[in-house]
């Protein structure tokens, strides 16, 4: 028997600058929204991330926001470099 994952594409990638909900700080928040769901945005200063349902749970173990900080920074290291700075340029511009 085998298994197959089917991992949707990300159909839009935005980068905002706002007030995060859980750590209440102005911030920058990553959204990508993927094919059969709705936006999924992550704060890269507390690395909570949030979806159209609230909160998502962080996984209970030690240091998990720690490393949810690093993976939204590293994902917002990458993204910036694949041209974040246009899309913020087009949402202002709207």
């Not at 993927?34 to 704060?43: K, L, M, S, V």
């Not at 609230?54 to 209970?60: E, T, Y």
């Amino acid at each position: 028997m085998s298994v197959h994952v089917y991992c949707p594409q990300v159909i839009t990638k935005h980068a905002a600058a706002c007030v995060c909900p859980d750590c209440g700080q102005r911030t920058r928040i990553l959204s990508y929204t993927y094919e059969w769901f709705g936006p999924d945005g992550t704060c890269i200063k507390c690395g909570r991330s949030f979806n159209e349902d609230g909160w998502a749970a962080l996984p209970f173990v030690r240091g998990s926001r720690q490393k949810e900080i690093a993976r939204a920074r590293e994902r917002f290291r990458h993204t910036k470099a694949i041209g974040v700075k246009a899309m913020l340029a087009q949402q202002k511009e709207q």
